[in-house]
C-alpha cells in the first residue's frame, strides 16, 4: 500500500518532519516533529508543531504513533508535546512514541556528558516503543518495517513505508551527501554499510529526508529517490568503494563545528521531549 505523506519544513534548524497516512483508515504517525528553541533566550514554543497539529485536525486523522529517526542533535523534538495535545482530542486512542533500541546507549552516554543525576534512568523508559532491527508495526492498514541504520548515531533507524523510506540523517539530498559520524559512538564504516543496505531497495523507493540545507535561493527538498542517491549523491554512488567513503567521510567531520543546539536538544531528546525538571536552558512561551 502506498502512503499519503504530508511534509513540514522547520527553517530555523533545516528540519523536515513528516505526517505519514493511510488513507483507508485515516490513520496516521508523525515522523520527527520539532519545537521551536530559542537559543539566546531559552524560550521554547510550538508554533511549528501546532502546524503539523492544524494539518492533522483539518485532515481528520488519527495519530497512533509518533517516531524518532533517532535522538537529533540539531533541533528539540515535539514529541511529548504533541503526545499530550493528541491524547487531549483524540480518546481513547492515544499516541505511542517510539526510537531504536540504540537510544538506550545515547541515553548512557549522554547522562555521563550532562551529569545528569540518578533521577533520569537511562533504560528507553520515557519512549512507549524501542524499535529493533526487522521489527514490525501498523499504521492503520499500513505494515512498517524497521530497517536499523546506525553509523550517523547508534540509535539510528529507516521506517519502510510502503514504496516509502523515511531514513533521518543517513543520507541528505543527493547534492549534500551523506551524515556525519564523529558523534559518541558515530562510525563511518557503519554507516556506509547502512547506506548500502538502503541502496538495496528498489529504485524507485521514495526516500524522505530529515534535513535538507539548500543554497542559493533553491526551495528545500523532501524527499528524493534510490535511484537519485545511488548516481549523484556526492558522497557515495553505488559505485563508491568503503574506504573512499571512510576517508571522505572522517576528513570531512574533522573540519565541522558541533551542532549549535548539541546540548539543549539532546537533553531534551533523550526524554521523548519532556523538559528537564530542573528547567535549566528552558523556559516555554
Not at 515522523?31 to 508554533?47: T, W
Not at 531504536?100 to 551529569?115: E, H
Amino acid at each position: 500500500m502506498t502512503p499519503v505523506v504530508r511534509s513540514f519544513h522547520h527553517f530555523a534548524t533545516g528540519t523536515w518532519s513528516h505526517v505519514v497516512v493511510d488513507a483507508a483508515t485515516r490513520r496516521a504517525a508523525v515522523i520527527d516533529p520539532v519545537l521551536d528553541f530559542e537559543i539566546a533566550s531559552g524560550v521554547v514554543s510550538h508554533e511549528s508543531a501546532r502546524r503539523v497539529l492544524e494539518y492533522i485536525e483539518a485532515s481528520d486523522l488519527i495519530v497512533e504513533w509518533i517516531l524518532e529517526t533517532h535522538a537529533h542533535a540539531d533541533h528539540l523534538t515535539a514529541a511529548d508535546w504533541l503526545k499530550r495535545e493528541l491524547g487531549a482530542r483524540q480518546v481513547p486512542v492515544r499516541p505511542q512514541t517510539g526510537i531504536g533500541v540504540g537510544i538506550v546507549n545515547v541515553q548512557r552516554t549522554f547522562k555521563k556528558l550532562l551529569n545528569l543525576a540518578d533521577e533520569f534512568v537511562a533504560d528507553g523508559s520515557q519512549f512507549d516503543r524501542l524499535f529493533a532491527d526487522g521489527d514490525r508495526f501498523r499504521i492503520g492498514e499500513l505494515d512498517v518495517r524497521v530497517i536499523a541504520t546506525p553509523g550517523h548515531t547508534p540509535d539510528s533507524l529507516t521506517y519502510r513505508i510502503g514504496d516509502a523510506v523515511f531514513i533521518g540523517d543517513t543520507l541528505f539530498a543527493p547534492s549534500a551527501g551523506s551524515a556525519r559520524c564523529d558523534f559518541p559512538d558515530g562510525d563511518a564504516a557503519t554507516l556506509y554499510r547502512s547506506i548500502r543496505t538502503l541502496y538495496d531497495l528498489p529504485d524507485t523507493t521514495r526516500v524522505f529526508l530529515a534535513h535538507d540545507y539548500p543554497g542559493d535561493g533553491n526551495e528545500p527538498r523532501s524527499q528524493t529517490t534510490i535511484a537519485a542517491q545511488k548516481e549523484t549523491n556526492i558522497h557515495v554512488r553505488a559505485d563508491t568503494p568503503e574506504d573512499e567513503y571512510v576517508q571522505l567521510r572522517t576528513t570531512r567531520d574533522a573540519t565541522l563545528a558541533a551542532p549549535k543546539l548539541l546540548w539543549p536538544a539532546l537533553q531534551v531528546n533523550i526524554r521523548a521531549g519532556r523538559l528537564p525538571a530542573d528547567g535549566k536552558f528552558f523556559r516555554t512561551d
